[in-house]
């Protein structure tokens, strides 16, 4: 183990850390609750838009940008909510246990993804070596397995990314 193995397992640890300490149920919900707000608060704040423009008669250069941020946390909130009544029902049943081991596992590998992408930037912009000098990298044990996690998600996402806009605008 070298000093790449350890700064690469300083967020994989303390990621995985705060999803045991959460739970698979509010890790995806966070997850999901960023993507989905996102994606509705670019196509549907325009009906926010409207609604305060007719209800409040409100007007001015910022109404789009207080209807983006109003969509946006308004979705969040929402699947946060339903991530929150989720938990319960998994903890009457008692699957606790499960579900903080889950989501251990699915902030770890979160994370994996993002330092992934981090190194995969680095090398498309031709500055991997400055940062990270190649001898360190061959000796790395953990490192070539992450660089490798963005070029094998990336297509996948790539493939499946019309299939799931086409689901969600029907």
Same mark, same amino acid.
């Given at each position: 183990?070298?000093?790449i193995? #350890? ?13 045991? +300490? ?12 960023? =993507?989905?707000?996102? *994606? ?6 325009? *009906?926010? +838009? ?17 209807s ?7 979705? @969040?909130?929402?699947?946060m909510?339903?991530?929150k $009544?989720?938990?319960?029902? #998994? ?6 246990a ?8 699915? $902030? ?5 993804f %993002?330092? +992934?992408? @981090? #190194? *995969?930037?680095?090398?498309? =912009? +031709?500055?991997?070596?400055?940062? %990270? ?6 000796? $790395?044990? %953990? ?5 490798? #996690?963005?070029?094998a998600?990336?297509? @996948? ?14």
């Amino acid at each position: 183990m070298n000093l790449i193995d #350890i700064i690469l397992l300083i967020p994989l640890l303390w990621f995985a850390y705060k999803g045991f +300490s959460k739970g698979f149920i509010i890790e995806l919900s966070t997850l999901i609750a960023l =993507l989905l707000g996102i *994606y509705i608060a670019t196509q549907f704040s325009n *009906y926010t +838009s409207d609604f305060m423009i007719r209800k409040f008669n409100l007007t001015g250069e910022y109404i789009r940008i207080i209807s983006f941020i109003i969509t946006f946390l308004g979705v @969040i909130i929402l699947v946060m909510l339903f991530g929150k $009544s989720l938990e319960k029902v #998994i903890k009457v049943f008692q699957l606790s246990a499960l579900n903080k081991i889950a989501g251990a596992m699915f $902030s770890m590998a979160k994370t994996a993804f %993002i330092l +992934s992408v @981090i #190194i *995969y930037i680095f090398a498309k =912009l +031709s500055i991997e070596d400055i940062f %990270i000098k190649p001898e360190y990298k061959d000796k $790395s044990l %953990i490192y070539n397995s992450i660089k490798k #996690i963005a070029p094998a998600v990336f297509p @996948i996402i790539k493939e499946n990314k019309e299939k799931v806009i086409k689901k969600i605008e029907n």
